[in-house]
């Protein structure tokens, strides 16, 4: 009896996207190592990173990159994505990647007013002046000048991170992170331009498209219950289909987590 052939599975079969084409569907998400040395990815964090790709994802999601110096911790253990000088560092990170055949995605972060419970040397910010439950004082509220210096923060960012041999970039706007605070009904209060909650974010991705072309923008959102976040599905679901229409993003990954 000749044996029926058998359709792949789905998550093993190829996927292209904008031009890139993954080997299959699996994806190791974005997380730190911790494996950074005064802003820098260590041979330690590139060789993490080398074992994903062979244990077979088509794309790996590098996370805690960070986009501005007040988004740095003291402890320097995220990577810092905004400083050319370590271009050669992520470089190595990129390399260790695509040489196991897996596509390279950098996932940019601004922690605002969150500090990891770490400190940090600069005064928290966010776009008002609403304590976060997990730290001691309220954020200063960003100036709109400082909103353009953050869009300019994240474009930098991500084009250092192209330039180093990534792919693409994912924007971090979940987890109660920057992104976030803006998208949150209930941290942002301003009447300015950017109370618009979408505004910031489809600034950052413009920005980022005129630096790396058709190169993929992933976005990463979360669904916080509770009032004190903002961002419950029903929020989200408001915001989303906003935000595609004013600034297209080619993936989008959404979680539902914990309350803040």
Request: some cysteine; proline content about 7%; charged content about 20%.
């Amino acid at each position: 009896m000749t044996p029926t052939p058998r359709t792949p599975l789905a998550l093993a079969a190829p996927l292209t996207l904008d031009g890139l084409t993954l080997r299959n569907r699996l994806v190791a998400t974005a997380h730190a190592t911790v494996a950074v040395s005064d802003g820098a990815p260590t041979a330690t964090d590139a060789a993490y990173c080398r074992r994903l790709a062979q244990g077979g994802a088509g794309m790996v999601i590098t996370g805690g990159t960070a986009v501005a110096p007040e988004s740095t911790l003291p402890q320097r253990y995220l990577t810092e994505a905004w400083r050319p000088e370590i271009r050669d560092a992520v470089r190595r990170r990129a390399e260790a990647i695509t040489y196991e055949g897996a596509v390279a995605v950098a996932q940019l972060v601004h922690l605002g007013r969150e500090t990891l419970g770490a400190g940090t040397y600069y005064p928290p910010v966010s776009a008002a002046a609403v304590r976060s439950p997990r730290e001691a004082t309220a954020p200063r509220p960003l100036s709109a000048e400082e909103v353009r210096g953050v869009v300019d923060a994240f474009r930098i960012s991500a084009a250092n991170s192209v330039q180093a041999g990534f792919h693409g970039v994912e924007l971090h706007a979940g987890h109660g992170y920057l992104l976030a605070q803006f998208l949150s009904r209930t941290t942002n209060t301003r009447d300015d331009e950017y109370g618009d909650r979408i505004t910031l974010l489809a600034r950052v991705i413009d920005a980022i498209r005129t630096e790396i072309g058709e190169l993929p923008i992933g976005v990463r959102v979360s669904v916080e219950p509770g009032e004190d976040s903002g961002l419950g599905l029903d929020d989200l679901t408001e915001l989303l289909p906003r935000l595609c229409a004013a600034a297209p993003a080619e993936a989008l990954a959404a979680r539902a987590t914990g309350p803040l």
